[in-house]
T-cell receptor, first 115, second 108 residues
Framework: GAGVSQTPSNKVTEKGKYVELRCDPISGHTALYWYRQSLGQGPEFLIYFQGTGAADDSGLPNDRFFAVRPEGSVSTLKIQRTERGDSAVYLC?????????????FGPGTRLTVT | GIQVEQSPPDLILQEGANSTLRCNFSDSVNNLQWFHQNPWGQLINLFYIPSGTKQNGRLSATTVATERYSLLYISSSQTTDSGVYFCAESDSWGKFQFGAGTQVVVTP
């Protein structure tokens, strides 16, 4: 079956612009996670959804970052007034339910470049 | 939160060689996992290994929880083993804390 998909695969934007990154989880997975991976680093947690609600958004770096999952499936990560420091690969993962023993499946990521 | 340190940061291997990657953590772990990120960026789960030893083909992992470290062994390395290997600990919600990774390059 289909895995986690993310669109776009690459996004180049100018400093100060608004961007939206989309994640399509595996069908039926209730848990969805967003991570950010800077060059040469491991992924860093941003936000976790269980169903439609954000169960943990403690990793969002500031109020320019926001994410939604209105119908409990597709999620959108929104970044306002982008800064060059936001350049990174944004990864999405989904899981049948949150927590162990449910395995997380990662998408291919969206590479965001802010010029 | 828990701190995860990985070593070495980089590793260059000739095809057929064996290697050991290490992960140290600052606190006790309950849900330690090893991942492989291929050169195209795809992250794949390798092992769930909070304690003990597991093997999967040419890869095996051992976690000594009391001493707060885990090891990943690659035997008879192949070029397809290239990529970045991460260890990570997750909390009860499945939120991962990743190490910085070990970049492995296997040369023919």
């Amino acid at each position: 079956g289909a895995g986690v998909s993310q669109t776009p695969s690459n996004k180049v934007t100018e400093k100060g612009k608004y961007v939206e990154l989309r994640c399509d989880p595996i069908s039926g997975h209730t848990a969805l996670y967003w991570y950010r991976q800077s060059l040469g680093q491991g992924p860093e947690f941003l936000i976790y959804f269980q169903g439609t609600g954000a169960a943990d958004d403690s990793g969002l770096p500031n109020d320019r970052f926001f994410a939604v999952r209105p119908e409990g499936s597709v999620s959108t990560l929104k970044i306002q007034r982008t800064e060059r420091g936001d350049s990174a690969v944004y990864l999405c993962a989904s899981s049948p339910q949150g927590g162990w023993p449910y395995e997380q499946y990662f998408g291919p990521g969206t590479r965001l470049t802010v010029t | 939160g828990i701190q995860v340190e990985q070593s070495p940061p980089d590793l260059i291997l000739q095809e057929g060689a064996n290697s050991t990657l290490r992960c140290n953590f600052s606190d006790s772990v309950n849900n330690l996992q090893w991942f492989h990120q291929n050169p195209w960026g795809q992250l794949i789960n390798l092992f769930y290994i909070p304690s003990g030893t597991k093997q999967n083909g040419r890869l095996s992992a051992t976690t000594v929880a009391t001493e707060r470290y885990s090891l990943l062994y690659i035997s008879s390395s192949q070029t397809t083993d290239s990529g970045v290997y991460f260890c990570a600990e997750s909390d009860s919600w499945g939120k991962f804390q990743f190490g910085a990774g070990t970049q492995v390059v296997v040369t023919p």
